[in-house]
């Protein structure tokens, strides 16, 4: 069974740019999840979709970020512009569902996108 | 608010020592608990979890974990360490809706 995919797995770019990174998750996961990852700290969530639709995105910068999951299969984030501080990983992950504690789903991670803001 | 709290940045064994990794966690409820474990250039690999029932956990690669509710712990232990175990380990706490909330973070390094 195929993982997660991210691309690209490397970007470097000056700041007030714009970047976008893409995520192709398990087949038949209907859960979807952005995490950015800073150097020296655990991965926050960014954003989590059902489907296509969002169920929270409560911590996105919503200033320069944006996300979307058309078709409800892969998606894409992006960043526009870019600050120093965005410099991060930035993690997809997804699962088969489970948005009620009652039904966990085991979220599977994707090797990330090392994001770089000169 | 949910957190997790892992106070050892980084910890350095020697190969074939034993290992503890510290996690406590701040939740109101019953917690849903998780290690994973992140190698450079690849993502988060779930070691172990806990929802309920028996306090001691096992998972892959020999790794256990013992929740202990009283002290709001949740520490990752293995009884001899091999130099592949070298990586960043982190533990999670579900908040709710699938959402996981990490802590920063233990970095193992292992001497040979």
């Known amino acids: 069974e195929a993982g997660v995919a991210q691309s690209p797995r490397y970007k470097i770019i000056e700041k007030r740019q714009s970047v976008a990174f893409w995520c192709n998750p398990i087949s038949g996961h209907a859960t979807l999840y952005w995490y950015q990852q800073i150097l020296g700290q655990g991965p926050k969530l960014l954003i989590q979709f059902q489907n296509n639709g969002v169920v929270d995105d409560s911590q996105l910068p919503k200033d320069r970020f944006s996300a979307e999951r058309l078709k409800g299969v892969d998606s894409t984030l992006k960043i526009q512009p870019a600050k120093l501080e965005d410099s991060a990983v930035y993690l997809c992950?997804?699962?088969?569902?489970?948005?009620?504690?009652?039904?966990?789903?085991?979220?599977?991670f994707g090797p990330g996108t090392r994001l770089t803001v000169l | 608010a949910q957190s997790v709290t892992q106070p050892d940045i980084h910890i350095t064994v020697s190969e074939g020592a034993s290992l503890e990794l510290r996690c406590n966690y701040s939740?109101?409820?019953?917690?849903?608990l998780f290690w994973y474990v992140q190698s450079p250039g690849q993502g988060l690999q779930l070691l172990l979890k806990?929802?309920?029932?028996?306090?001691l956990v096992q998972g892959i690669k020999g790794f256990e974990a013992e929740f202990k509710r009283s002290q709001s712990s949740f520490n990752l232990r293995k009884p001899s360490v091999h130099w592949s175990d070298a990586a960043e380990h982190l533990c999670a706490v579900d908040g709710g809706y699938n959402k996981l909330i990490f802590g920063a973070g233990t970095r193992l390094a292992v001497h040979p």
């Open positions: 939740y109101g409820a019953t917690p849903y």
């Open positions: 992950a997804s699962s088969l569902g489970g948005t009620t504690r009652a039904g966990y789903n085991e979220q599977f």
């Open positions: 806990y929802f309920s029932g028996d306090t």
